[in-house]
């Protein structure tokens, strides 16, 4: 049992991780511009399919992903300049039915350009999992732990690249800009920052984040339009949770969110084995685990677990 | 003249704010600019600092500056402390501090000013800004504007909101800084505390300058306490 406990923890950071670097680009957007992008995983879907496709060209993997990201920056600053500064002003609705309407256009330019046949991506790390065998008394079954090195390494990167995105905001100058924009717009006008680049710079590393996201999760999914669909809904999910009140909140929020949802399903597991329930597999259930989550999450603490302070946007 | 406005104009699409209002301000100088509520003076301050649109002329050190944006002007030394603090509400004091002198002034030098200044602030700097008492946020916000080494500073009714004993302190360090050298434009409903501390005042009734002189006559004349000091 504990074996299962921890292999339920050790899968659940892995998935978290990549929950939490979705959560943390859309918080990134959605702090700083006040903007709930939900064509966040579709405009990190184009991204991939444009590395997919440099991939295809030049066979050079680094050169891909990072021409990808490339283009994934430049779609969001487009995203900002284009679509969200010509409805400054507007109200949060009207934002929501742009982003909603870019979602569905960004998925039906990826069909006609790319088709509906799924593409292969390789896995970046490829090695055999390793194997960990706990000692005897804690494992008397002398079941192994399993940990798929693609998925480590995943998770190596995806937290890295969450430190690097906080301590940017931290240490850096246009990090600087954007922790005051997304704490008041006026105050960071009157102490000089530049408010429309701050914004485009959100827009910039946020979908950056989701197509580095979509690179990361391409072995798993293929490359296919809806690709990032439901990993969106899991980065909404662990934002929410984090209470989108720091980045640090929504990285650590799509840990936790990682965790929490394998061991439900372990619970479930376990209980329908004692039922004697075979109809139901505790894995489909996870969507609605997810969506249990939120809709606690808010009645209990809408600022999220770490609790936001001074505002709610929402 | 470190600052001088003609003809100048803000309008918020049909609604004229402000209207082809003329002001200067000498080096060192001390001028406020009183109205009741609507008139159109955080209208106007906002203009001058580039945050909203404007029309008109404005020189800022005898330069043309009607096409610089405003974090070039609080580059060259232009610093607003708008109405309402717009502090940093979840960074700490000290944090808030230091982004004030994101575009211009010597953080570490700064930070002393301002903590010889307000000393509460030095106390609570760890503390997170949005807990600050009314009065303590205040003098953040004035804090942080002195942290980018104004040379012309404007202030957006410092005293609002605050007890009279907070508003005598808040006017003690305005004077120090006023020592210090800085320009001020200073704005204000309470018309009896802005009028004798500035050197010149005008007064600003829908969107017009209606008069204008210096503030220790206007003290004494019938017309203006009777409108604004409710004497
Ligand atoms: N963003 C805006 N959009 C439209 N109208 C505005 C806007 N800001 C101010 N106004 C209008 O401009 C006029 C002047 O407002 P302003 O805030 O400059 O006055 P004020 O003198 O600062 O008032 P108060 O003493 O209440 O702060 C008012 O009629 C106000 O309704
Ligand atoms: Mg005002």
Redesign the pocket.
């Known amino acids: 049992m504990l074996v299962r406990i921890l292999q339920s923890i050790i899968f659940g950071l892995f998935s978290g991780s990549l929950y939490g670097i979705i959560g943390l680009g859309l918080s990134l957007i959605y702090r700083t511009t006040g903007v709930m992008n939900f064509a966040h995983g579709n405009s990190g879907m184009i991204g991939v399919f444009v590395g997919w496709t440099i991939l295809a060209l030049t066979k050079n993997l680094f050169l891909s992903i990072f021409l990808g990201l490339i283009f994934g920056a430049i779609l969001g600053i487009f995203m900002d300049k284009i679509l969200m500064k010509k409805v400054k002003g507007l109200s949060h609705s009207s934002m929501l039915i742009i982003t909603l309407g870019v979602l569905l256009i960004f998925e039906g330019i990826a069909l006609i350009i790319w088709g509906t046949q799924p593409l292969l991506f390789k896995d970046i790390f490829s090695f055999p999992p390793k194997l960990i065998y706990l000692p005897q008394k804690l494992n008397p079954n002398n079941f192994p732990l399993i940990i798929p090195t693609n998925d480590f390494a995943n998770f190596l990167v995806a937290v890295s690249l969450s430190i690097l995105i906080i301590l940017f905001s931290r240490l850096t100058k246009p990090g600087l800009a954007l922790i005051a924009r997304s704490e008041d717009e006026i105050g960071a006008k009157v102490v000089g920052i530049n408010v429309n680049f701050a914004d485009s710079l959100a827009w910039a590393l946020g979908i950056s984040t989701a197509v580095f996201a979509g690179f990361l999760v391409a072995p798993k999914t293929t490359v296919n339009p809806i690709m990032l669909v439901n990993f969106q809904l899991y980065g909404f999910t662990a934002a929410v949770f984090g209470g989108f009140s720091s980045f640090i909140g929504a990285f650590a929020g799509g840990l936790i969110l990682g965790v929490l949802e394998k061991i439900v399903i372990l619970v479930l597991d376990q209980l329908f084995t004692k039922l004697g329930i075979s109809t139901i597999n505790s894995v489909d259930l996870q969507l609605s685990i997810i969506l249990l989550i939120i809709i606690i999450t808010l009645i209990i603490k809408p600022t999220g677990i770490f609790g936001a302070k001074f505002k709610g946007k929402v | 003249m470190i600052l001088e406005i003609n003809k100048f104009s ?1 309008s ?2 049909k ?1 004229e ?2 209207k082809s209002v003329t002001l200067s301000l000498k080096e060192k100088e001390v001028v406020t600019v009183i ?10 301050l ?1 203009g001058i600092s580039g945050i ?1 649109e404007a029309k008109g002329m404005i020189f800022y050190q005898e330069k043309d500056i009607s096409k610089l944006p405003y974090n070039k002007r609080v580059k060259n030394g232009m610093i607003l402390c708008p ?1 309402g603090r717009r502090i940093f509400p979840s960074l700490a004091v000290e944090e808030n501090l230091k982004l004030g002198s994101f575009s211009r002034g010597n953080a570490k030098k700064q930070m002393k000013i301002v903590f010889d200044l307000f000393p509460k602030l030095y106390e609570r700097k760890k503390q997170i800004a949005g807990y600050l008492s009314g009065g303590e946020q205040q003098m953040l916000a004035i804090g942080r504007a002195l942290m980018g080494d104004p040379k012309l500073l404007m202030l ?2 410092p005293s609002l909101g605050l007890a009279p004993i907070i508003v005598d302190q808040v006017y003690v360090a305005l004077a120090e800084l006023k020592k210090l050298g800085i320009s001020i434009l200073l ?1 204000e ?1 309470n018309a009896y505390q802005a009028l004798s501390f500035a050197d010149r005042a005008y007064i ?1 009734e829908n ?1 017009k300058v209606v008069v204008e002189g210096e503030s220790k006559k206007l003290l004494n004349e019938d017309s203006v306490r009777k409108a604004y000091l409710g004497i």
């Open positions: 803000v918020y699409g609604i704010a402000v109205g009741v509520n609507g008139a159109g003076k955080s209208s106007l906002y909203v109405e957006d009714e704005i409903q600003l969107g």
